[in-house]
């Protein structure tokens, strides 16, 4: 049986999982861990994310393989000399230094001029922004830039010796376009003024079934495996994800990692001038809008460690608690190392009185953060995303472990909740694209194809009556805070 590997290189460690291409049944996986990284200053030497990939390939086993890809987390910037050597260490999606840069960036052009460009609003996060960062701070590097890279570009140069991408994380960058999908260098020229122009700097960006090359002897050689194997073009780790749980029209994902995303499939490209919704492109050739909030599990763990539990015991105490949680309201905008767009950002918790009980307090923790989930989804729904009450409201994420998560999502939507089989959703996604481009098959149809039973379905439950009362008091709190940030982090391992 021939099998396919694949790869998601995270900001936390490197996962890979082995797959039959023609049922996608699980034969191995392996794991290793990255380097811990400390916002303002968040860099990785992409060094390191090779040698992870060769301990993790070497801790699945498996060294024949016919077809491989990788999916990387967003965002990030590795710049490269006219060899081919990484210049400076890689700038990932949760470095904030370059905040300062966004905001001038979004001045020079307005928020609805660059909705209408690239389908996104910059913030710290995106690409672009850094490469203002390096302009300013690092000149000397940028004038030696001859290839601009994300994470999991270099990834797949490492494999094949080519300079490209693909369209889904190519729309993370704040310079290319899902509407025209195509590069846009003159928005780079806004961040970094450049003699002789961006152009030739940039990736190819490679369709979805488009190979980007054979693994080299010395990739090979590096990894264990199979020198000529097929390297797909890869995705970002968002991208992945959806692939992963075989995200259809009409569903919505719902990731609850450290931070949180909201997104779902678009026939048609969105251009969302406030900011919530990126409009980024998907790795099949339709588009995932997607709305991300601040802070998600990471409020979570920081509850249960002030309430001095353990996460089932965290859950069983927010499941004992009423809906609206005896009226405390928490607004989960905790300052930290993962809020790219708003590193002051701080939390709000009211209605605290004398009689208040650890278990309302670890319930109001759980509601605020399916709440300012909540609000992403009623985003993409403002932006036109077409989502069906007959979908699918897929939960994913280390969040979506959590018993009370699970229910408190189903009580507010009053949907079910589905939580897909298997726990590494990227590392199966990138599997799907690998197995595309094997087949020659489009990744929706391989991922329709390798689609097994769903673990788990969550049903509403009687507090869903309390549904609209739940989500009017968190309103009514977050419109009361000035400047509230919609926040916006991509990778779903967090």
């Known amino acids: 049986m021939p099998l396919v590997l694949g790869v998601d290189s995270s900001t936390q460690a490197t996962k890979v999982e082995v ?57 990030g910037l590795v710049a ?27 001045a020079r052009l307005g928020p609805a001029g660059w909705s209408e460009a690239c389908g996104s609003v910059p913030v710290a996060s995106f690409t672009v922004t850094k490469v203002a ?16 890279l994300l994470p999991h570009d270099w990834l797949t140069h490492q494999l094949t010796g080519r300079a490209v991408t693909d369209r889904g994380d190519a729309s993370g960058t704040g310079y290319w376009s899902p509407a025209t999908g195509r590069w846009r260098p003159d928005l780079l020229d806004l961040a970094a003024p ?16 488009e190979p980007a090359g054979p693994l080299t002897p010395w990739a090979a050689d590096q990894l264990g495996l199979r020198a000529g194997a097929l390297v797909g073009p890869g995705t970002g780790d968002n991208m992945a994800a959806a692939l992963g749980v075989g995200l259809a029209g009409g569903d919505v994902a719902i990731s609850v990692g450290t931070s949180g995303t909201v997104f779902a499939t678009s026939p048609t490209p969105t251009a969302d001038a406030s900011g919530a919704v990126a409009g980024f492109a998907d790795a099949t050739g339709r588009f995932l809008p ?19 539990v353990d996460h089932a015991s965290f859950d069983q105490l927010a499941l004992t608690a009423p809906a609206g949680a005896e009226g405390l309201v928490l607004l989960p905008y905790l300052a930290g190392e993962r809020t790219p767009n708003r590193p002051d950002a701080t939390g ?19 509601e605020g953060v399916v709440c300012g989930l909540l609000d992403g989804l009623d985003a993409l729904v403002a932006a036109g995303v077409p989502i069906a ?29 589905t939580l897909p089989a298997g726990d590494e959703h990227v590392a199966a996604g990138a599997c799907v694209k690998a197995a595309a481009v094997l087949l020659e098959r489009d990744p929706v149809e391989v991922a329709r194809a390798w689609a097994g039973d769903e673990a788990v379905t969550v049903e ?20 009361e805070q000035a400047d509230p940030p919609p926040g916006r982090d991509t990778d779903p391992d967090r």
């Open 19 to 75: 797959r039959d291409v023609d049922t996608g049944e699980l034969v191995a996986a392996g794991r290793a861990p990255h380097a811990p990284v400390s916002p303002p200053r968040a860099e990785q030497d992409p060094a390191a994310w090779w040698a992870a990939l060769a301990r993790a390939v070497f801790d699945a086993g498996v060294d024949d393989v016919a077809a491989l890809a990788v999916a990387g987390q967003q965002h």
């Open 80 to 106: 490269l000399d006219d060899a081919g050597t990484v210049l400076r260490p890689a700038k990932l999606w949760n470095d904030t230094e370059s905040a300062p840069d966004a905001r001038r960036l979004v």
């Open 133 to 148: 960062w390096l302009a300013e701070h690092e000149p000397e590097v940028l004038d030696r830039l001859a290839t601009l």
């Open 194 to 209: 450049r003699p002789g122009g961006w152009v030739g700097a940039l990736p190819t960006v490679l369709g979805p079934t």
């Open 290 to 308: 997607l709305v991300c909030t601040l802070n998600a599990a990471l409020v979570l763990d920081a509850v249960a460690r002030l309430l001095a």
């Open 348 to 366: 709000t918790l009211t209605g605290l009185r004398p009689d208040v009980s650890r278990a309302a307090l670890a319930r109001a923790a759980v």
């Open 389 to 417: 009450d007959a979908g699918r409201l897929v939960l994913v994420g280390g969040g979506a472990r959590s018993a009370a998560v699970r229910q408190v999502v189903a009580d507010l939507t009053g949907r079910p909740v």
């Open 460 to 479: 509403p439950g009687p507090q869903v009556e309390h549904r609209d009362q739940v989500r009017g008091a968190y309103a009514r709190v977050r419109d």
